[in-house]
């Protein structure tokens, strides 16, 4: 098993910066691959970025592309989320997920493991 707990969410201004932090423990060795997604109310949960552990291959939703970097420390046991230029729509609760096959998908029904996920809000 692996356990993912989020944080560094909160309030931000328009065009503002926060930092999503995921830290895994367990079977890291599980975790081959790592993703954030989020969920707004009413919305169904969308992918935002992922990263591979196997030869560092990221991928990115065309909405946060530029604005987000995700990244991770070398030991695989931390992904980031660098987020700027921050839009209302951003709004969300963010979730870390990873999955035991280490190539980046964007399906969420293909993660076996999520954390319990953090709240992000931009206001206007």
């Known amino acids: 098993q692996v356990q993912l707990v989020e944080s560094g969410g909160g309030l931000v201004q328009a065009g503002g910066s926060l930092r999503l932090s995921c830290a895994a423990s367990?079977?890291?060795?599980?975790?081959?691959?790592m993703g954030w997604f989020r969920q707004a109310p009413g919305k169904e949960r969308e992918f935002v970025a992922a990263i591979s552990w196997s030869g560092g291959s990221t991928h990115y939703a065309d909405s946060v592309k530029g604005r987000f970097t995700i990244s991770g420390d070398n030991a695989r046991n931390t992904v980031y989320l660098q987020m700027n230029s921050l839009k209302p729509e951003d709004t969300a609760v963010y979730y870390c997920a990873a999955r035991v096959i280490g190539t980046v998908v964007i399906s969420s029904a293909r993660y076996q493991y999520w954390g319990q996920g953090t709240q992000v809000t931009v206001s206007s």
């Open positions: 367990g079977r890291t060795s599980s975790s081959n691959t």
